[in-house]
């Protein structure tokens, strides 16, 4: 069996469909291309060939997570889950992960600490919300906690910024569903009944 051609992909040109015997077996990432070496011409075995196509699927599913990555930072479960969803199998998934690792890509502890960081940055959220937001997350209970404990954020200082933006809202004029709102917030219920009423 002979490669016969290799063609550079119309809607994913970072991409290189390979042709063996004039047909189209699979497509590898250019810089996966320059790795093996491949040329036109370079006759392969069967068992040979079959190498190829799982370092194309491998290399599939790193393109694919690294494209995640790119648009927002991932823990490693949400990789993991999104690779199940795409039925690779568990070898690919193992590897695809421990290639991400290695490159610096996945690492739970700076994705716990960028999403609390992120979060303070957009709103006023509790840590106990945060805890609930990372679990979620699947990100390791004792992760979570060292994440947490590193975060110097006054909690009452939080509340009582929420409880000085929610109150202009009409629908939070009555102290009980303000109560309630922060409540659900995930805020300490004596630290809200204390902060409410030195807000009063």
Do not use: C
Request: charged share 40%; net charge positive; no cysteine.
């Amino acid at each position: 069996m002979k490669l016969t051609d290799i063609k550079q992909q119309v809607k994913r040109q970072d991409r290189y469909s390979i042709f063996v015997d004039g047909k189209y077996v699979f497509s590898f990432s250019e810089n996966e291309l320059l790795n093996l070496h491949l040329k036109i011409g370079q006759e392969y075995t069967e068992q040979s060939l079959d190498e190829l196509k799982k370092n194309a699927i491998e290399d599939k599913a790193y393109m694919r997570t690294l494209d995640m990555l790119m648009r927002r930072s991932r823990s490693e479960w949400e990789l993991r889950d999104y690779l199940k969803r795409k039925d690779y199998e568990q070898d690919v998934t193992e590897k695809t992960i421990a290639r991400l690792v290695r490159a610096g890509f996945v690492d739970d502890k700076k994705f716990a600490t960028a999403w609390v960081e992120n979060r303070r940055l957009l709103k006023a959220t509790s840590k106990r919300k945060l805890q609930m937001e990372l679990k979620q997350k699947r990100i390791d209970s004792q992760i979570i906690d060292q994440v947490l404990s590193e975060d110097e954020t006054d909690e009452r200082d939080v509340l009582k910024d929420l409880i000085a933006k929610k109150s202009q809202q009409t629908r939070y004029q009555d102290p009980q569903k303000l109560m309630a709102y922060l409540m659900r917030q995930g805020f300490n219920y004596q630290d809200v009944k204390d902060t409410l009423e030195n807000h009063e």
